[in-house]
């Protein structure tokens, strides 16, 4: 199992046992040397379906190990869905990707929804982002509106256009 995927199993692991928070600084200096925004995603097992997926765009955390542990508990407690239990623990598939550094892109034309993950964002600073590579969605125009929807940004709003690429790492 990839260290990064191993961290965030562990992490929810303790956090759904005994609540508590597993210490990042307990991870070997590869992933603490680190810095880049992380998203933890979990499914479940059984029917793939999505229980949580919470993550940053750029490092909110003083390296990718804290990142990682903190994503992966904010996961367990996505506002979307009901808290993640204790029992569902065995039927979790979780998985972790690693954001480059955005960069910003004057055209939807320059994205590839396979390749790489959109951000857009309004003047007021209204923010959606989606990851890339997701089951469904095939075309930019898709891709984009499921950012703005994200966002509460409507179809006729001015949107500023960022792409990044992620290092996917899965159980």
Avoid: W
Avoid at 8 to 17: C, F, G, P
Avoid at 35 to 48: D, E, L, M, P, Q
């Amino acid at each position: 199992m990839n260290l990064y995927v191993e961290l965030a199993k562990k992490t929810i692991e303790k956090y759904l046992s005994t609540g508590e928070i597993f210490n990042a600084d307990d991870t070997p200096d590869e992933i603490k040397k680190q810095k880049a925004g992380c998203f933890v995603s979990i499914h479940k097992k059984s029917n793939n379906e999505l229980r949580g997926c919470i993550g940053t765009i750029m490092p909110s955390y003083k390296n990718l190990a804290a990142e990682i542990v903190g994503n992966a508990i904010s996961a367990c407690r996505d506002p979307r869905f009901e808290p993640i239990t204790k029992e569902e623990f065995d039927d979790l598939d979780i998985s972790v990707d690693v954001l480059s550094e955005p960069e910003p892109i004057a055209s939807p034309n320059l994205l590839d929804p396979k390749k790489y993950g959109v951000i857009v964002k309004t003047k007021d600073g209204r923010t959606g982002l989606l990851l890339p590579d997701l089951e469904g969605v095939d075309d930019t125009a898709y891709q984009v509106a499921i950012a703005r929807q994200k966002a509460r940004i409507m179809p006729n709003e001015k949107i500023y256009l960022y792409r990044f690429t992620v290092d996917r790492y899965t159980m």
